[in-house]
């Protein structure tokens, strides 16, 4: 699959797509379902098919301040968008320009651009210009420019529709578990293994040292996790996602202590899933009742992550 520049013409082997539009953070069970028709009409059209993307996110553009609130990196977004089918990934730059493109400008981008044949969004799908833009007007300047518009439906899950805000409030709550049924998997922070002060080492626990970086944050404490390196190799561990209340000085890390592990990860690029929550951050008296905590945390972590657990 390729990352294609939204603001240069794509290749022409990818000219002529089936587009699916949106934000896509997160690529949960309602995008995946635009995705997916996107997908499948340019497969029984002879088509390829493009997700288009933005980035940074429209809200970020809007509210630079807003706490960090992203489920997904470009990166991590391109390889969920290519095991769905798609054949490239667009993205577009979101600055003050494509801020003040109108409904219609936006939409004869996509057709300079992309050559779309077709474009498939969501039902709440807004664009343009002060969000001038729905649906309706996607569908109406597609009859205009030579591209069928289409909107796929919600989807709904126990009687509530899935959302990128409905998966981040689980994950603020501390319910893993829910946000991972919205998106089909567990919630996976990407990031570089930095070295730390090896804390963890003296205490018998040795632990993967990552940043949370744009990550929204879920809520501080303790998680059974599991980690893919970048080889493919799959860890279980428990892990520590907050500031470390019993150390000095607070430093917000996840920190991964994976079982049955002996290796140097500094460097490297790790992805580690919160499969479970087990409790909030405590501050202790004595390391001694720290290590006894973290010995319990391991073995309740290790039982979770046991097939059946």
């Known amino acids: 699959?390729?990352?294609?520049?939204?603001?240069?013409?794509?290749?022409?082997?990818?000219?002529?797509?089936?587009?699916?539009?949106?934000?896509?953070?997160?690529?949960?069970?309602?995008?995946?379902?635009?995705?997916?028709?996107?997908?499948?009409?340019?497969?029984?059209?002879?088509?390829?098919?493009?997700?288009?993307?933005?980035?940074?996110?429209?809200?970020?553009?809007?509210?630079?301040?807003?706490?960090?609130?992203?489920?997904?990196?470009?990166?991590?977004?391109?390889?969920?968008?290519?095991?769905?089918?798609?054949?490239?990934?667009?993205?577009?730059?979101?600055d003050a320009t494509l801020a003040r493109l109108t409904a219609r400008q936006f939409a004869e981008q996509l057709v300079d651009t992309v050559g779309a044949a077709g474009v498939v969004t969501g039902e709440d799908f807004t664009f343009g210009k002060g969000r001038e833009g729905s649906v309706a007007t996607l569908a109406t300047l597609g009859e205009e420019l030579g591209f069928a518009a289409e909107a796929v439906g919600a989807v709904a899950l126990d009687g509530q529709i899935v959302s990128s805000s409905r998966i981040r409030d689980?994950?603020?709550?501390?319910?893993?578990?829910?946000?991972?049924?919205?998106?089909?998997?567990?919630?996976?922070?990407?990031?570089?293994?930095?070295?730390?002060?090896?804390?963890?080492?003296?205490?018998?626990?040795?632990?993967?040292?990552?940043?949370?970086?744009?990550?929204?944050?879920?809520?501080?404490?303790?998680?059974?996790?599991?980690?893919?390196?970048?080889?493919?190799?799959?860890?279980?561990?428990v892990a520590n996602l907050g500031i470390r209340p019993s150390f000095d000085p607070p430093i917000e890390l996840l920190e991964s202590f994976f079982f049955d592990f002996s290796g140097d990860l500094y460097g490297q690029t790790l992805e580690v899933g919160l499969i479970d929550y087990l409790r909030p951050e405590a501050k202790f008296d004595s390391l001694e009742a720290l290590t006894a905590q973290m010995d319990e945390d391991a073995a309740r972590a290790r039982a979770l992550l046991t097939p059946g657990g």
């Open 1 to 94: 699959m390729q990352r294609l520049d939204g603001g240069s013409a794509v290749p022409p082997p990818l000219r002529g797509a089936i587009v699916a539009l949106g934000n896509f953070d997160g690529f949960h069970l309602g995008h995946q379902a635009v995705v997916g028709r996107a997908v499948a009409r340019a497969r029984a059209e002879g088509r390829p098919a493009i997700v288009a993307t933005f980035d940074p996110h429209p809200r970020r553009f809007f509210q630079p301040d807003a706490p960090p609130f992203r489920l997904t990196t470009l990166d991590q977004r391109e390889r969920l968008f290519a095991a769905a089918g798609a054949d490239g990934m667009l993205v577009f730059h979101f």
């Open 170 to 237: 689980d994950l603020k709550a501390g319910n893993p578990r829910g946000a991972a049924t919205l998106l089909t998997r567990p919630f996976v922070i990407a990031a570089e293994v930095e070295a730390g002060a090896k804390l963890g080492r003296q205490l018998g626990y040795p632990t993967a040292n990552m940043r949370l970086g744009k990550y929204l944050r879920p809520k501080y404490g303790i998680y059974a996790v599991r980690g893919r390196l970048p080889d493919g190799r799959l860890l279980d561990g």
